[in-house]
């Protein structure tokens, strides 16, 4: 049974920082994909983030130079480090991973960016 369980999201000012923590269980071997989605109240449901396990990175364009996602293999956990937060950020994050596609997901976690 694989479970991904996100935390270390909240409410924060605009320009504020949070940094989500996603840990993986019940699998032996790390995704080779893992990454972090966001979805706010109608729109759709968006990747912000991913990476590799050899390291690669990519991220939305709204979000670059402000989120990082890193990887620890040894805790098999994956964080999203993000910094200068805007009311745009709003959405429940969600983690997920795979082998080829995001296949498996964590059930979110509410960020809200509000002053």
């Known amino acids: 049974q694989v479970q991904l369980v996100e935390s270390g999201g909240g409410l924060v000012q605009p320009g504020g920082s949070l940094r989500l923590s996603c840990a993986v269980s019940g699998r032996r071997f790390g995704f080779n994909i893992m990454g972090w989605y966001r979805q706010a109240p109608g729109k759709e449901r968006e990747l912000v983030a991913g990476s590799t396990s050899g390291g690669s990175t990519n991220y939305a364009n709204s979000v670059k130079g402000r989120f990082t996602i890193s990887r620890d293999n040894a805790k098999n956990t994956v964080y999203l480090q993000m910094n200068n937060l805007k009311p745009e950020d709003t959405a429940v994050y969600y983690c997920?991973?795979?082998?080829?596609?995001?296949?498996?997901w964590g059930q979110g976690t509410q960020v809200t960016v509000s002053s």
């Open positions: 997920s991973g795979g082998r080829f596609t995001y296949d498996y």
